[in-house]
C-alpha cells in the first residue's frame, strides 16, 4: 500500500473507500480482486481505526484463523495483505462532502481540498471519524492553525518558541519528549490535570530523565482562561486552576493539546443518505445504500441481524466488492474465482510464479 502525495489535483479512479479501518482496508483488497481500481481516504494520521485508536495492544481472539492477536498487529497484517494492490492512501484528512456529477459520478472533498472522482464510492466509517478533543476555553479556537496545534506540527514550525504540550496519555508524554529532543523550542512545558500519567514504564522514565535534566517543566493545573496580546491576535497565557482557589498564568507561544480522539460522524449525516439511528441503511446482499454506486460496510452499517464484529465487516466487504463490481461492468459475466486455484488472481496477488504449497 502506498501513502499518496498530498496532491491538490483531481484524482480519478474506479471506487472511493472512506475509511482505513480494518472494514476499509479489507474493502480495497476485496475491490482488487475483482480488479476495480480504488483509493482510500481517513481522518486519522495511520490505518487501522478502531484496532489502532481504541486497542492497539489488547488481544482479539475471534478472527478466523487467527487464534489470537493483537489489534496493531491486525491492522498490520491487512496492510500487508493488501500490499500487491499498491492501493493510494490520503491519510490525515476527512471526506467532508459527497456530490453527484451529471454523468453519475461521485465527487468527494477531502478537508485537505483533494477532490476524487468515482463511479463507486464505500463508506467504511465505522463509528465515524476519528477527531482530536478540544479544549473549552471560549476563543481558544480564534488561534487554531496559528498557535493552537491539535494535529501533528513540525518541530522546525515551532523553532524558539515557549511550547505547552496538554494532556497526560502516551500521545502527550511523545509529543513533549520530541520537541524536547528536536532542540528546537525555546522551552516544552508538559501539562495536565494531575500528577498521574496513563503511559509505558518507558515513556514515564523518559519523562522523568528529560525533567531532571532541565530539558522539560510539568506543571499541573486546568486551563480555564486565556490571555491575548492588546489587539487580539496573539494568544499570551493561559489561566489555569491549580486548587479550587487559585489560578496561575502560564505563559506560552504555542499550545499543542493532546486530549486523546473522539469519534464523530461529522459530514456524512448530511449526505442525503437513509439512515436509523446514526447508521446506514443498506440491501445485505449488495450493501448497497440508497443512493446509487455508494455501499456502506462495517461498523457504519445497518440490516436486520448486523452483528458489529470484524468478521461481519469482512464478509460485508466481500459482498459489496461483488456487488461493486457488477455494478461497474454490467456486460461482463461475473465468476467465483478461488485464491488458491486462479491463475488471474496468482497474478493479481503477484505470486504467479510461486510453487503450489501442497
Ligand atoms: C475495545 C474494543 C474491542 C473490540 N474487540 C473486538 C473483537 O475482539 N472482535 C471483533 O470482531 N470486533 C471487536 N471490536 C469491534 C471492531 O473493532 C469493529 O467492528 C471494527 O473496528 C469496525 O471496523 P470499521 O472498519 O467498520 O470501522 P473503524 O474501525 O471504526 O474504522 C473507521 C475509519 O473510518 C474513518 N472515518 C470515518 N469517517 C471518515 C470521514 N468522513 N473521512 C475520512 N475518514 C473517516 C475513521 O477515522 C476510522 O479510521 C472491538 C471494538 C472495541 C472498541
Redesign the pocket.
Known amino acids: 500500500m502506498s501513502i499518496a502525495p498530498d496532491s491538490q489535483k483531481l484524482l480519478e479512479t474506479d471506487a472511493v473507500i ?8 479489507f474493502q480495497a483488497f476485496q475491490l482488487g480482486l475483482q480488479e476495480v481500481s480504488c483509493q482510500i ?4 494520521p495511520h ?5 489502532v ?3 492497539a495492544d ?1 488481544p ?4 478466523p484463523g487467527i487464534p489470537v492477536c493483537s ?1 496493531r498487529e491486525l491492522a498490520e497484517r491487512l496492510q500487508q495483505q493488501l500490499a500487491p494492490f499498491r492501493t493510494p492512501l490520503h491519510l490525515g ?4 462532502s459527497l456530490a453527484q456529477l451529471g454523468d453519475g459520478r461521485w465527487r468527494l472533498q ?1 478537508s485537505s481540498g483533494q477532490v476524487l472522482l468515482a463511479r463507486a464510492v464505500i463508506i ?7 477527531v482530536p478533543r478540544r479544549v473549552a476555553i471560549g476563543g481558544l479556537s480564534a488561534f487554531e492553525g496559528s498557535q493552537v496545534h491539535y494535529y501533528q506540527v513540525e518541530a522546525a514550525k515551532l523553532e524558539g518558541q515557549r511550547v505547552v504540550v496538554q494532556g497526560g496519555d502516551e500521545a502527550a508524554l511523545e509529543t513533549a519528549l520530541q520537541l524536547t529532543g528536536s532542540g528546537a523550542c525555546a522551552s516544552v512545558t508538559l501539562l495536565h490535570r494531575n500528577s498521574k500519567f496513563k503511559a509505558t514504564p518507558a515513556l514515564e522514565q523518559a519523562l522523568q530523565q528529560a525533567v531532571a535534566q532541565g530539558k522539560l517543566t510539568l506543571r499541573t493545573g486546568q486551563p480555564v482562561g486565556l490571555q491575548q496580546s492588546a489587539d487580539g491576535q496573539r494568544l499570551t497565557a493561559l489561566e489555569l486552576a491549580v486548587d479550587d482557589e487559585h489560578t496561575e498564568t502560564l505563559a506560552l507561544d504555542a499550545l499543542l493539546p493532546r486530549l486523546g480522539l473522539s ?1 464523530k ?4 449525516a448530511d449526505w442525503g443518505l437513509a439512515m436509523e439511528r446514526k447508521l446506514l441503511t443498506v440491501d445485505p446482499a449488495t450493501l448497497a445504500t440508497d443512493l446509487t454506486g455508494v455501499h456502506a ?4 452499517c445497518h440490516y436486520p441481524g448486523k452483528r ?6 469482512f464478509h460485508e466487504a466481500t459482498m459489496a466488492a461483488f456487488a461493486i463490481s457488477a455494478y461497474l461492468r454490467p456486460e461482463q459475466r461475473q465468476l467465483l474465482q478461488y485464491t488458491t486455484t486462479s491463475p488471474r488472481l496468482h497474478e493479481l496477488l503477484g505470486v504467479a510464479g510461486n510453487l503450489a504449497r501442497t
Open positions: 472512506i475509511g482505513a479501518g480494518p472494514v476499509g482496508l481516504v481517513d481522518a486519522l490505518a487501522g481505526g478502531q484496532c485508536e481504541l486497542y489488547k482479539i481472539y475471534d478472527v489489534g484528512q476527512q471526506v467532508e477531502t467504511a466509517a465505522g463509528v465515524g471519524a476519528f469519534p460522524l461529522g459530514p456524512i460496510v462495517g461498523d457504519i458489529k464484529l470484524l468478521l461481519c465487516g
